[in-house]
């Protein structure tokens, strides 16, 4: 008993391994609301059990064909076992990204709501969670855009697919634990400078002294650093780590490498975590883009999550299939309207894309609904900053992202909207000042959006001949009214921005899949303009690049097309077979001088 007692005392001295993570997939049900009844009715204290049965995560349009397409409000429901309840650590509710607006419960008591669908977030339960009962989360979810929060427009071009897109987890954790790493790792000379800023966070009303350890197992690096925690604090600490001798990442050599933390004190490790990084640098000098300190040209494409019938979430071996038809095609770089999965820009940087990621500030404010010139106002930093913030902190460790956007098409030639992108721009220097950053124009003259002061990068759309300018009605028209056009409108944005990179953000048409002729709309006619606007930004030495709209069609928003709810855009077609317009991207991206250097 003696020997007994002795050990237990010792296993309580000694601090245990702190972070459980329990992903809350099953048992999950479903309640369409269409006419907004739940909160009035209380669902969240409901009887739940006749409730459909759901696939979390999952979007609910694919629930059936009836629900394509469906926005409005749906509630879930799912149980959390007594069991995990631990009242003497710290637990939380993480959710990978839930579309959009998010209202939730534990055990009928209101936790919280969430809005901006695309970042993760979390809701802080400790002490929350029953011991003796099951535990009941109950989620208010509504899909409805609204013109006050991003995108911040009536009208929006994709399809928010509704729902519990990414996993719910519950993670339980020591009172005193790693809260953040951030890995800031660039070539220095033929090894490398990797910097370490690891956030340790407490909730003991006691001071602590604790030890960081760092490694990099690869380059045989390892640093240490001691902490002092004050009762209930924050603390940052900076760790650095120098190998002599390191491979850079670059999209012809994606070389990755994992760092390992871990947190002791009291004889123990308290805390771990680790994080995957490459060691890569961006900047921009005069007009050009430099990567790791050579030229960099880049030859993209705009892509949207969704292949074929899968929505948002298709399975992994599709995903990888498609990103290796893309690094076939000559592509290097991709640009989304929102953030990614981590799941996705994990494949990026293992496969050597550069990314532009992408604030979901949409048409915000330039009246594409149709209904006249939206009212814009700075209320829209109140949801945007936190986006931001949240984008940031989660993806600030992927080598592919090298881009941050504040937002595509918007008006931000005025001065609400220029203070709006000059305050975003502040932030995210603030919080990252080792990417570029930028926010795009739509098809017009760059010169009055004068945030681009402030901005790394000047970032603009080229459509000519259809959406501006004299239309180009048939194939044979398409290098005289559409190419000269493109060059004149090129030259024009570059005269304005002497002393900055360029980038075209957006140039393409729609080329119906098995449409063909001369006329609009045809696969021939797409791949002549692809050609010929294409063509026009690799021999334009003083751009930095050029990225298609867009790599795959795409469904769109309800009624927000003329002819079919559909974007088809893509040089392939939403379940990924080629048209002819891929041939001509392939040509175009293999033509350029640079293109040998970019990992095809």
């Given at each position: ?239 650095i780590l120098k190998p002599r001798r390191a491979v850079s990442w670059s999209p012809a050599k ?76 000559g592509i290097n770089t991709i640009r989304v309207h929102y953030p990614q999965s981590p799941d ?257």
């Amino acid at each position: 008993m003696r020997i007994l007692t002795a050990l237990l005392l010792l296993a309580a001295a000694l601090p245990a391994i702190a972070r459980d993570r329990v992903v809350l997939s099953g048992n999950w049900r479903f309640q369409i609301d269409v006419d907004d009844l739940g909160e009035k009715e209380q669902w969240q204290r409901a009887d739940t059990g006749r409730w459909s049965r759901i696939t979390v995560p999952g979007a609910w349009d694919l629930i059936n064909q009836a629900m394509r397409g469906y926005e409005g409000v749906g509630w879930y429901s799912t149980t959390i076992a007594g069991r995990l309840a631990d009242p003497g650590r710290v637990q939380s509710l993480h959710f990978g990204r839930v579309m959009y607006h998010t209202k939730a419960w534990l055990n009928g008591e209101y936790l919280g709501e969430q809005i901006g669908g695309y970042v993760p977030f979390e809701f802080d339960v400790s002490g929350k969670l029953r011991t003796g009962a099951p535990n009941v989360l109950t989620l208010r979810v509504d899909n409805r855009p609204r013109i006050e929060w991003p995108p911040g427009s009536r009208n929006i071009e994709w399809v928010q697919y509704g729902g519990i897109l990414r996993p719910v987890v519950l993670e339980t954790m020591a009172k005193t634990w790693l809260d953040d790493v951030t890995v800031t790792a660039v070539p220095d000379g033929a090894g490398a400078n990797i910097d370490c800023a690891v956030r340790v966070r407490s909730r003991l009303t006691v001071a602590k002294e604790l030890n960081l350890r760092v490694r990099v197992a690869e380059l045989g690096a390892t640093a240490s650093a001691a902490v002092h925690l004050a009762p209930q604090s924050t603390a940052t600490t900076h760790v650095i780590l120098k190998p002599r001798r390191a491979v850079s990442w670059s999209p012809a050599k994606p070389q990755l490498y994992h760092l390992n933390v871990s947190l002791g004190g009291g004889g123990g490790t308290i805390d771990t975590s680790a994080a995957r990084f490459g060691i890569r640098k961006i900047e921009a000098r005069g007009r050009q883009v430099l990567l790791n300190g050579k030229p960099f040209h880049f030859q993209g494409v705009n892509r949207y999550d969704e292949v074929g019938n899968y929505g948002p979430n298709p399975p992994r071996e599709v995903v990888i299939r498609d990103l290796r038809m893309m690094k076939a095609a000559g592509i290097n770089t991709i640009r989304v309207h929102y953030p990614q999965s981590p799941d996705l820009l994990d494949l990026y940087d293992e496969m050597g894309f550069l990314m532009s990621e992408e604030v979901t500030i949409n048409w915000w404010g330039n009246g594409f609904s149709g209904k006249g010139r939206e009212v814009q106002t700075d209320g829209i930093l109140t949801y945007a900053i936190p986006f931001l913030e949240a984008m940031i902190r989660r993806d600030k460790n992927h080598p592919s992202v090298v881009i941050w956007s504040m937002c595509n098409e918007s008006t931000t030639d005025n001065e609400i909207g220029i203070s709006v992108m000059r305050t975003l721009l502040h932030r995210a220097r603030q919080l990252d000042p080792t990417r570029l950053l930028t926010f795009v124009v739509n098809n017009r003259d760059t010169d009055t959006h004068r945030a681009f002061e402030d901005a790394d990068l000047v970032a603009f759309n080229v459509y000519v001949g259809g959406y501006r300018g004299k239309p180009a009605n048939h194939v044979r028209e398409v290098r005289e009214l559409i190419g000269a056009a493109a060059a004149e409108h090129i030259r024009r944005q570059l005269a304005f921005w002497p002393g900055k990179p360029m980038l075209v953000a957006e140039y393409g048409t729609p080329g119906i899949p098995g449409m063909h002729g001369d006329v609009t709309h045809t696969e021939e006619y797409q791949a002549a303009l692809i050609e010929e606007v294409g063509g026009v930004i690799q021999r334009t030495p003083e751009l930095a690049g050029g990225i298609l709209w867009s790599w795959a069609d795409y469904y769109h928003r309800p009624n927000y097309i003329k002819y079919a709810p559909f974007g088809p855009y893509g040089v392939v077609t939403i379940d990924r077979q080629p048209k002819l317009a891929f041939r001509s991207l392939v040509k175009l991206y293999g033509s350029h001088p640079m293109a040998a250097g970019m990992g095809h």
